[in-house]
């Protein structure tokens, strides 16, 4: 599993380029779905099963970034936008990798003056690519992704995009579990662009048409010191959700992922929280409506390059994913 994870968090993928991720997914699942097929968007649908019941699973595969939109006449540094919700006060000094291998340096103005304490706009950072010469290749239009390879420490897994590879590794070794037995017709859906406003999830299930659906994302904690007021505790389990700025979840899937935890004896909690939502929030809303929840992985430090899960968690999302998978459902 650790594995796994760390392929794909070092996977390059900022939104709107995730190739690179959809290509390592589609080599890992390969032989433990029945159909794959890429949508016009993007996204990579696997179906495992045939039964009468289709349960949509959708982990994002991008992750956030930036695109460079102007370069520096005369020091050749780099100007950018935002691809999904960057933390201003993390930006200074991190790594950016650019599709070719280019790594590049983010950078405040004046980082011992005013930008000590408090973060400027976006509009005045920039990136320095420079090498010593004045041939970078890097030019407007280029994407990137922040850069730092993953960590261990004991169950703890530190790296940039667990944000959402870990909700996709999650998606990946229920797939492996599964063995294609299942009563129902699972679509596993790789999403893109769900940094950016969830751009790919709603027209794959629009395409899917589920009758029921379960996002796998990573959710903040509240253990932290001075933490905000949020009870999901980093090892705690598997975190379902009640409740998110995009998403009420139905009362009978709460209640279908808890009996499951319950009876499994699966480690779990519950999520509640006043900022972010995922994939399901666009998937409730395709065609008629479909009734939708969200097992998180609990993670620290989300949108910075240090994101924090542990293992045992992943575990625990594993395990009741797998569960809820392989028996009936009454919904
Ligand atoms: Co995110
Ligand atoms: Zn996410």
Same mark, same amino acid.
């Given at each position: 599993?650790? %594995?796994?994870?760390?392929?794909?968090?070092?996977?390059?993928?900022?939104?709107?380029?995730? *190739?690179?991720?959809?290509?390592?997914?589609?080599?890992? /699942?390969?032989?433990?779905?029945?159909?794959?097929?890429?949508?016009?968007?993007?996204?990579?649908?696997? &179906? $495992?099963?045939?039964?009468?019941?289709?349960?949509?699973?959708? +982990?994002?595969?991008?992750?956030?970034?930036?695109? $460079?939109?102007?370069?520096?006449?005369?020091?050749?540094?780099?100007?950018?936008?935002?691809?999904?919700?960057?933390?201003?006060?993390?930006? *200074?000094?991190?790594?950016?990798?650019?599709?070719?291998?280019?790594?590049?340096?983010?950078?405040?103005?004046?980082?011992?003056?005013?930008?000590?304490?408090?973060?400027?706009?976006?509009? !005045?950072?920039?990136?320095?690519? !420079? %090498?010593?010469?004045?041939?970078?290749?890097?030019?407007?239009?280029?994407?990137?992704?922040?850069? &730092?390879?993953?960590?261990?420490?004991?169950?703890?897994?530190?790296?940039?995009?667990?944000?959402?590879?870990?909700?996709?590794?999650?998606?990946?070794?229920?797939?492996?579990?599964?063995?294609?037995?299942?009563? *129902?017709?699972? =679509?596993?859906?790789?999403?893109?662009?769900?940094?950016?406003?969830?751009?790919?999830?709603?027209?794959?299930?629009?395409? /899917?048409?589920?009758?029921?659906?379960?996002?796998?994302?990573?959710?903040?904690?509240?253990?932290?010191?001075?933490?905000?007021?949020?009870?999901?505790?980093?090892?705690?389990?598997? +975190?379902?959700?009640?409740?998110?700025?995009?998403?009420? $979840?139905?009362?009978? $899937?709460?209640?279908?992922?808890?009996?499951?935890?319950?009876?499994?004896?699966?480690? =779990?909690?519950?999520?509640?929280?006043?900022?972010?939502?995922?994939?399901?929030?666009?998937?409730?809303?395709? &065609?008629?409506?479909?009734?939708?929840?969200?097992?998180?992985?609990?993670?620290?430090?989300? *949108?910075?390059? !240090?994101?924090?899960?542990?293992?045992? %968690?992943?575990?625990?999302?594993?395990?009741?994913?797998?569960?809820?998978? !392989?028996?009936?459902?009454?919904?």
């Amino acid at each position: 599993m650790k %594995d796994l994870i760390q392929k794909l968090v070092e996977v390059w993928g900022p939104s709107g380029y995730e *190739h690179h991720v959809r290509a390592l997914i589609q080599a890992e /699942v390969q032989a433990f779905v029945d159909e794959m097929t890429v949508d016009a968007l993007g996204n990579l649908i696997c &179906r $495992v099963g045939s039964g009468p019941k289709k349960i949509m699973v959708a +982990a994002h595969m991008d992750e956030i970034g930036i695109m $460079v939109t102007f370069r520096e006449p005369k020091t050749g540094y780099l100007r950018f936008a935002n691809l999904g919700g960057l933390i201003q006060t993390t930006l *200074h000094g991190s790594r950016v990798r650019f599709e070719d291998g280019t790594v590049g340096v983010v950078a405040a103005p004046d980082a011992f003056g005013a930008s000590r304490t408090t973060a400027p706009d976006l509009d !005045s950072f920039y990136v320095d690519v !420079s %090498d010593g010469t004045d041939a970078d290749s890097i030019t407007p239009g280029s994407p990137a992704a922040f850069w &730092r390879p993953m960590e261990s420490r004991g169950s703890r897994l530190i790296s940039k995009s667990m944000d959402d590879r870990v909700g996709c590794a999650v998606a990946i070794e229920t797939m492996r579990r599964l063995q294609k037995q299942t009563p *129902h017709s699972l =679509y596993f859906v790789f999403t893109v662009q769900e940094e950016v406003g969830i751009r790919g999830a709603r027209p794959a299930a629009f395409s /899917v048409e589920p009758d029921l659906a379960i996002a796998l994302d990573v959710c903040p904690t509240g253990d932290e010191i001075q933490g905000e007021r949020n009870v999901v505790k980093l090892g705690g389990g598997a +975190a379902i959700k009640l409740q998110d700025t995009g998403l009420i $979840v139905p009362p009978a $899937v709460r209640d279908w992922m808890v009996d499951r935890a319950e009876a499994d004896k699966i480690p =779990y909690q519950f999520e509640l929280i006043k900022a972010g939502t995922t994939d399901a929030a666009g998937i409730q809303i395709a &065609r008629a409506g479909v009734p939708s929840g969200c097992i998180s992985i609990p993670c620290r430090y989300v *949108h910075t390059t !240090s994101e924090m899960v542990d293992l045992g %968690d992943v575990e625990a999302c594993v395990g009741l994913l797998t569960g809820l998978l !392989s028996h009936d459902v009454t919904i």
